[in-house]
């Protein structure tokens, strides 16, 4: 099952080539060697589950950012407020998996003191797919929760003006076999995603967006311009507006329109996250919790299945399997997508060239 329309007709790259040419394109804005290979890690990552909206795609944009000088390709993020469980992190104006990353590390170190650690992330940026984030907590026999805020692409139900973020939310729970990975927004889809739909020629299912006029469309390009609609109506805007309410009023961060918009873009050093790990050990026995996990889970794929349904999947196991055959063939990747990294590359000064081969690849549809 192809994460996107196309991605049967997609390249399939080595990871190790994609490791190293985007970590050598970020090293070249001035980006430390360490930081460098985690966001690396990071787009990568995204793009091994199918998760392109958050994965090299925006290679390029992060790399006009740092060269531009708006966000600081040497920012390291700190520790500003640590009162016991609750902690707040300045994220040194870095692209936004730096600042989560840290904090996410210094919640799990401190959850195991206090059961339960909470981190507040301020003077960042945009940072990527949530449940990376959310992982590494569960990674630790821990609980992973993790939101962010968003520039508005929704409005209130009733509306036509962008107010709302779709804000999303992560969770992450591991079993013994099995991993409950929840990443999900407010909206029927992410405004990422919608773009990869219009790069790639293809129409938006039903009820995903609307126009700039308000009216519902299946045309991907005119959604750019339009709203992302709400999951549930009234009931993603809230959740959408209390996501972004947490990720921003605790570490000082902007909120909605104060993050900038779609037509001159996000404002650098804006951006809020938040990020919390509970120490399973201090409720219960991890082994007793990681077996419930999995019953839960198996529970729940066992299910009857409804004619016409061939698997029911819990969330987080599609992205396991996309991400078991990306380690074995490669990481599906788009044709437009291998180019913005050679773009990117070639804005940085950096050496990719063992891109070009699959560049070729895709240029000849192979």
Known sequence: MPAYPGDETSVRVPIPVLLNAARATLSATGMPGDHAALLAGCLVHADRRGVHSHGLAHLEYYVRLLLSGGVDPGGRPRLTADTGAALKVDGGNSIGHIGMAFAMQQAITRARQTGVALAAVGNSNHCGALYYFAAMAADHDMIGLCS?????????????????????????????????????????????????????????????????????????????EGLIQPIGRHKGIGLGMAMGMIASLLSDAAYGSELGDLVHGALAGRDGHFCMAMN?????????????????????????????????????????????RSASEGVPLHGEQIAGMLRAAQAAGADVAALLPFAAAAAQGR
């Not at 036509?160 to 973020?165: A, C, E, K, N, T």
């Not at 999303?168 to 919608?194: N, Q, V, Y």
């Not at 919790?289 to 299910?303: C, P």
Request: glycine content about 10%.
């Open 148 to 224: 962010t805020n968003a520039m508005p692409t929704m409005a209130p139900v009733g509306g036509r003006d962008r107010v709302v973020g779709l804000s999303p939310l992560s969770i992450a729970i591991r079993g013994k076999r099995h991993r409950f990975l929840l990443d999900t927004s407010f909206g029927e889809s992410a405004r990422g995603k919608i773009a990869i739909y219009a790069q790639r020629g293809y129409a938006l299912p039903p009820g995903w967006a609307t126009d700039a006029a308000g009216r519902p469309t299946t045309d991907a390009s005119a959604a750019l």
């Open 280 to 324: 399973i050990a201090a409720f219960a026995p991890v082994e007793v919790v990681r077996a419930r996990v999995d019953a839960i889970l198996m529970e729940a794929r066992n299910v009857r299945r409804i004619e016409g349904c061939d698997r029911v999947y819990t969330p987080g196991e599609l992205g396991d399997e996309l991400e078991a």
